[in-house]
């Protein structure tokens, strides 16, 4: 009932940039925290970065300063600005967000199908 399309992933140079898409669509009440996570190959998958309905944001240590959280609550959808991407940035990168289907439903986790980004030369 509720599905979330991540889109903007692709091949990028390192020291490029990409922008990821991320929108929420069905029977939506309400959505909380929304995210980014990614796995590499033979790696669990990691928080990259966070954001609140309110927009306070969390960054892992290895992206702050070079990514950027963003949403537009309104459309119900988040975004990640990567700049000066490094080969160890690369990966699939899936969407997270906390969503209420109804004014009584608890607080439910959703996950895209995830985007690769592969940073290489």
């Known amino acids: 009932q509720v599905q979330l399309v991540e889109s903007g992933g692709g091949l990028v140079q390192p020291g490029g940039s990409l922008r990821l898409s991320c929108a929420a669509s069905?029977?939506?009440?309400?959505?909380?925290?929304m995210g980014w996570y990614r796995q590499a190959p033979g790696k669990q998958r990691e928080l990259v970065a966070a954001?609140?309905?309110?927009?306070?944001?969390n960054y892992a240590d290895s992206v702050k300063g070079r990514f950027t959280i963003s949403r537009d609550n309104a459309k119900n959808t988040v975004y990640l600005q990567m700049n000066i991407l490094k080969p160890e940035d690369t990966a699939v990168y899936y969407c997270?967000?906390?969503?209420?289907?109804?004014?009584?439903?608890?607080?439910?986790?959703?996950w895209g199908e995830g985007t690769l980004v592969t940073v290489s030369s």
């Open positions: 954001i609140t309905s309110g927009g306070s944001t």
């Open positions: 997270n967000a906390e969503v209420k289907v109804t004014r009584w439903d608890y607080v439910r986790d959703y």
């Open positions: 069905g029977s939506i009440f309400s959505v909380n925290d």
